[in-house]
C-alpha cells in the first residue's frame, strides 16, 4: 500500500532532496512551505506520515505540531539545523516521533520513515486483532492463532504475522477447517464437507486448486508451506513459525 509522506521546509531545495529519496523508495510525496500551509496541506491529505522542520519564520514546526497532536497522533519526524539536545527533548515531548538533524543523508531519513510506518503498521494490526478478540487468549471462539498465523472468524481476517491475506470465502473456510485442528490430517472430502455449504459436491481437483492458490499467497509473504500434503491421505496445516 502506497503511503502518503508531508514534507514540511521552508526550504525549497531540501523538500525537492527529500520529496526525490521518498519517491524513489515508492512512496507519495506532497509538501508545504510553512507552517499554516502544512496545517492546510495536513487537513486535505490525511497523510501517513509527516517529516516536519522545526526552525520556521512565524509559525514553526513545534507549533505546528501542537496543533496536528489536537486532532491527529499521525507519525511527526522532525527536522532542524541545529544539534541542540532542548529541541530534540522538547520536540519528542509534545508529540514527535523521531528527530533527525541537518545535513542529513535522504538514504537515512527514508529508512527512519520506513521504521516509524512499520511500528505504526505493527501497532495497528495488534490493534484490529485485540478489537476482535473476546479475551487475551489466543485462541477464542472468535480468533484462533497459530504461530505467525492468526485467523479471525468474525471479520474474516487472516495474517501472517503483521500481513493480512487476502483470501476468497472459499480459501477462509479451508484455512478456518485447518487451524482448528492443526495437527490433524484432513482428506478432500473433509475439506469438502468443511468448505462447502448446502451440499455442493465438487471434485477433488477443485480443493487441490484452492490450497495451491492458498500457498501462493502465503508464499508471497515469506511463508514456505501454509498447508502440507501427507501423501495418500490428505492435507494438514504446515508450519506457522
Not at 45 to 60: A, G, W
Not at 209 to 225: V, W
Amino acid at each position: 500500500m502506497e503511503r502518503t509522506i508531508l514534507v514540511v521546509d521552508d526550504d525549497s531545495h531540501i523538500r525537492q532532496v527529500i520529496l526525490f529519496a521518498l519517491k524513489k523508495a515508492g512512496m507519495q510525496a506532497v509538501e508545504a512551505a510553512d507552517g499554516q500551509m502544512a496545517l492546510d496541506v495536513f487537513t486535505q491529505t490525511q497523510p501517513d506520515l509527516i517529516i516536519l522542520d522545526i526552525n520556521m519564520p512565524e509559525y514553526d514546526g513545534l507549533e505546528v505540531c501542537k496543533a496536528i497532536r489536537k486532532v491527529s497522533e499521525v507519525p511527526i519526524l522532525f527536522l532542524s539545523s541545529r544539534d541542540d539536545e532542548v529541541d530534540r527533548v522538547v520536540g519528542l515531548e509534545i508529540g514527535g516521533d523521531d528527530y533527525v538533524t541537518k545535513p542529513f543523508s535522504p538514504r537515512e531519513l527514508v529508512a527512519r520513515v520506513n521504521v516509524i510506518l512499520k511500528r505504526v503498521h505493527s501497532a495497528e494490526v495488534k490493534r484490529v486483532i485485540q478489537e476482535s478478540a473476546k479475551d487475551d487468549q489466543a485462541r477464542t471462539e472468535d480468533t484462533l492463532s497459530v504461530g505467525k498465523l492468526c485467523l479471525n472468524v468474525e471479520k474474516h481476517l487472516v495474517f501472517w504475522g503483521e500481513s493480512q491475506v487476502k483470501l476468497t470465502a472459499t480459501e477462509f473456510a479451508i484455512m478456518h477447517t485447518l487451524i482448528r485442528y492443526p495437527e490433524k490430517v484432513f482428506d478432500r472430502d473433509n475439506i469438502m464437507n468443511q468448505a462447502y455449504s448446502n451440499n455442493i459436491h465438487v471434485s477433488g481437483r477443485t480443493i487441490d486448486s484452492h490450497i495451491r492458490h492458498i500457498r501462493h499467497k502465503f508464499q508471497q509473504l515469506g511463508c514456505a508451506m501454509i498447508i502440507e500434503t501427507v501423501h495418500s491421505v490428505g492435507y494438514k496445516l504446515g508450519s506457522c513459525n
